[in-house]
């Protein structure tokens, strides 16, 4: 028969490879699921960067649509916080114009914040003209 010294001394043995073991698997799994994860992000920017640059690039091209309802060179662009300030008429030498601020979104892209802000503004009325004189 076995000592119980040598059955104990077995018995470490086995539970230290045992764990060892399941480090490694444990580590294989997480290293697994990290590179899944990794490549989830890196399709997920790849799309978001895609769609950011169809959305840059709309902006620029919107006069020259059939949905843009104005005179493309009535249209001002800004980018930031609103694409476009159109003075509807100002092409055609019309009596009136209209200003309008215009804003280009593709897909589901949504209005920011501030664009919000500066929409209820408008329809508020709280718009104003103001001359500046420097010198």
Do not use: C
């Amino acid at each position: 028969m076995y000592s119980l010294t040598t059955v104990l001394f077995f018995v470490v043995v086995f539970l230290i490879l045992y764990i060892l073991y399941l480090r490694k698997k444990v580590g294989y799994e997480v290293k697994k699921k990290i590179e899944e994860k990794e490549e989830e992000i890196r399709k997920d920017a790849l799309d978001r960067s895609r769609s950011t640059l169809k959305g840059k690039i709309s902006e620029h091209l919107a006069p020259f649509t059939e949905e843009f309802k104005y005179n493309a060179s009535d249209a001002r662009f800004l980018g930031s916080p609103v694409d476009y300030i159109v003075f509807d008429g100002m092409g055609d030498e019309s009596e009136d114009i209209k200003v309008v601020l215009a804003d280009v979104k593709t897909g589901k892209s949504r209005l920011s914040s501030i664009q919000k802000k500066i929409k209820k503004a408008v329809e508020d009325g709280e718009i104003t003209w103001e001359t500046l004189r420097l010198g």
